[in-house]
């Protein structure tokens, strides 16, 4: 073989090398891209929730000032550790439930809200308390006596008023 013959050789193989390359590299930054925003999404959702959890025993006002951590009612509760992270909130839990997309009950992310018909102002559709979604079957929010506090979403009251879900990480 001449000199020419292997230089076309090499020539031929490494355009085809450095395409093959530039192809797993363009095909393989989405995936890595995605999981790159899956783990900060995860992290994110861990840092509002372990936020929320300082509140725990904080009491419940209704119509509670947003400038405030002396007291909270369920929307400004949710307001506050969300926005703390970078992701605003508006002030109700009707307003709320608007945010996002839609998240089925059995697909729910620790970082979800969560709304219910619950209390005196419940018809048992509309919106009228929200939490965040904690994992292992367990929210965050506030109401009434105890003030912040973690409850078990498929017990109880929580169980009977669920209304739907959210995903706003």
Known sequence: MTKHTWTHR?????????????????????VAEAATTA?????????????????????????AATTTTRNFDCSSLMKRIYGKYGVTLPRTSVAQSKM?????????????????SSGSRSNGKNITHV??????????HTYGKPGVVISDLNKGNWKKTYVKARRVL
Do not use: H, R
């Open 10 to 30: 090499f020539a031929v193989i490494g355009i085809c090398s450095t395409i093959a390359l530039t192809s797993a590299i363009t095909f393989a930054s989405p």
């Open 100 to 116: 996002g997309f839609a998240v089925s009950k059995a697909n729910l992310k620790k970082g979800d809200l969560v709304f219910f």
């Open 39 to 63: 783990t900060a999404t995860t992290s994110k959702a861990t840092k509002i929730v372990n936020y929320g959890k300082t509140f725990m025993g904080t009491p419940y006002k209704f119509g």
């Open 131 to 140: 939490a965040t979604y904690i994992g292992n079957g367990k929210i965050l």
